[in-house]
């Protein structure tokens, strides 16, 4: 089949997920998104979004996330929705196709929502089949995202991170570390977040999601939930560095389903997780040529050849503040910089 | 230990059911109850459903007003949860379970109205094909009877009752007069979609019989013979350039039954 659209790959740069109040301004403004992510379901039909997403995919890099394949489901994936993601993939070619380690459909209802798994080996054997099924349909990898959760099983064998380093050697699929998700679940659900990051196979995940989440208290009981509907808290920021200084750069898309704000405020979003891991990346920097440079004073017959840093953090600053006083650009989206500044 | 299918099976009825039929003993959630837990996924399910069904109904929640309406979706969901996930398909069955309502029996325009609005969800996500201009087929022989396709998006729907006029009344952010009195009139109604919005038409009965046979492909012969029977003054010269106009038709050729052909 030939290609309708010149490839484009997504960046390990920040991107936004794309909701239908920004479609317009998106299409008139086309303004500066490393990438945009849709949801697979809101494309399978053929209304006006499917035919403005065919416009977008000609400027950004695409990726194509699903929220209803149910992975998890014990009675095997719907073929026929598996047809219609395909179809989805085919029409748009999205650089990155990722999916959700849950399950939403069960006794012939769909829930509309992401139920967590038993993690045992059982669960590992129905899953490793269907995303297996999945990557052959579509005939390319498929990232297999973490999940909020609010309630555990008792039985389950192994922890979340297990499962998923697991079916990452089973199936060869990649990874796509929801940060927030990570926080939501370590919460509610008592555990370690850094620990959870650090227990994935680094080299498997290829995106990461940044997203808000609301907290409810219910009684003596504060829980976290998932919501898409505020700014990124400072909480998710912080874990996004650890995975970062982990991981290093990789494609970050700024989550927002609830309550959606202006489409500044979401590229505001994406604007800080950039500078972030520029910010990381060029400390990082800065430390190997201070180690390299206490060597090469220890050691001085050892000559050293340190390849010139190509991005430095004034520059990037210097862009961030280009992108800011464009004057497409609100005012508002200083005001978040201040704001997050302060929270720094 | 419950095999993972009946495990599923049995949450997904305690997050449908709104009552736990799952074991507490299954579940953990920390230092809290996993039972309230398991409340944040019935509440997800029910509340990002009902949200779904109110967008594409909302003239039928200002029909009710809102509380009913969740309390009819609520009831809806429980009972006919969606079979797939894609939810623009979600809520065809929704204006027949609406009639089945006691306290709506005395006010069936709301389930018409529900059925006008599922009507126009279908036409926004149907795809819009080009449009053919009527000069494009100046030079060509489509024989005496030819076949015409019409938009895909098009949806005709006849009611006894005045569905466009309730319709368009809820259009605007003013207040809709309670006590007005939808009147039992039949009405019946041609949309389709047209970018980012449907077009809706009231059509008289033999236009709508000539529009509803070309829809159904039964060619032009058979339509025109329909609205004759119902109307001996219908003009097929101003149906026919009104659908090109209204930029419906979107191939026009010869009959494939057509000894022409």
């Known amino acids: 089949m030939s290609s309708m659209f010149s490839p484009l790959a997504i960046p390990a740069s920040a991107g936004i997920g794309l909701r239908s109040p920004h479609i317009s301004e998106m299409l008139t403004r086309r303004p500066s998104a490393g990438w945009l992510e849709v949801h697979a379901e809101n494309y399978m039909g053929d209304g006006a979004g499917v035919e403005a997403l065919e416009r977008l995919r000609q400027i950004y890099p695409l990726s194509v996330h699903g929220v209803g394949l149910s992975l998890g489901s014990a009675q095997g994936l719907d073929r026929d929705h598996l047809e219609r993601l395909r179809k989805v993939c085919d029409r748009f070619e999205p650089d990155l196709v990722s999916e959700h380690l849950a399950w939403s459909v069960a006794d012939g209802a769909y829930l509309n929502d992401l139920l967590p798994l038993r993690y045992d080996e059982e669960a590992l054997a129905i899953v490793a089949r269907n995303v297996e099924t999945v990557q052959e349909t579509l005939n390319r990898q498929v990232l297999i995202e973490n999940l909020s959760a609010y309630v555990a099983f008792a039985d389950s064998s192994m922890s979340e991170a297990e499962f998923l380093a697991e079916l990452v050697i089973r199936t060869g699929c990649g990874l796509l570390l929801d940060v927030n998700n990570v926080q939501v679940s370590a919460h509610n659900l008592q555990y370690d977040a850094k620990a959870f990051i650090d227990a994935l196979p680094a080299e498997a995940i290829g995106e990461i999601h940044l997203a808000g989440h609301a907290t409810n208290h219910v009684g003596a009981d504060t829980v976290l939930i998932d919501d898409h509907g505020s700014r990124v808290p400072p909480v998710v920021w912080a874990l996004y560095q650890h995975a970062i200084d982990r991981l290093g750069p990789r494609p970050t898309l700024i989550e927002w389903d609830t309550d959606v704000p202006i489409l500044d405020v979401l590229l505001g979003e994406a604007m800080w997780a950039d500078m972030l891991t520029a910010s990381i990346m060029f400390n990082r920097k800065q430390a190997a040529r201070r180690e390299q440079t206490t060597k090469t004073r220890a050691t001085p017959i050892h000559l050293s050849v340190q390849s010139e840093t190509t991005t430095s953090m004034p520059v990037l600053a210097a862009f961030a503040a280009a992108r800011c006083a464009r004057p497409c650009m609100s005012v508002a989206l200083v005001s978040i910089e201040e704001e997050y500044h302060a929270a720094a | ?261």
């Open chain 2, 1 to 261: 230990m419950l095999p993972l299918e009946h495990l599923q099976t049995t949450m997904a009825r305690s997050v449908l059911a709104m009552e736990p039929v799952v074991a507490a003993n299954m579940l953990t959630a920390g230092k809290a109850d996993p039972l309230a837990r398991l409340r944040i996924y019935q509440n997800n399910t029910r509340s990002s459903l009902t949200a779904a069904l109110m967008a594409v109904f909302p003239v039928t929640v200002r029909l009710v007003d809102e509380r009913f309406f969740r309390f009819a979706a609520s009831e809806f969901i429980r009972r006919h949860p969606p079979v797939e996930s894609r939810l623009a398909r979600y809520g065809a069955g929704f204006p027949r379970f609406l009639k089945t309502i006691d306290t709506l029996s005395d006010m069936p325009i709301v389930a018409e109205t529900a059925r006008l609005e599922w009507a126009i969800a279908e036409a926004l996500d149907t795809a819009s094909l080009p449009p053919r201009n009527l000069a494009e087929y100046d030079h060509t022989d489509l024989g005496l009877s030819p076949d015409i396709q019409l938009q895909p998006s098009l949806r005709l729907i006849v009611s006894h009752w005045s569905i466009l006029s309730v319709w368009m009344a809820h259009q605007q952010e003013t207040t809709v007069d309670e006590n007005i009195t939808w009147t039992r009139r039949p009405e019946r109604v041609a949309l389709w979609r047209a970018g980012n919005y449907v077009r809706l038409f009231l059509l008289d009965r033999a236009s709508f019989a000539f529009w509803h046979s070309l829809k159904h492909g039964f060619g032009l012969e058979h339509a025109t013979g329909r609205a004759l029977a119902l109307d001996p003054a219908f003009d097929l010269v101003s149906a026919l350039v009104r659908l090109f106009r209204d930029r419906l038709v979107t191939d026009a050729r010869v009959a494939s039954n057509s000894p022409s052909n």
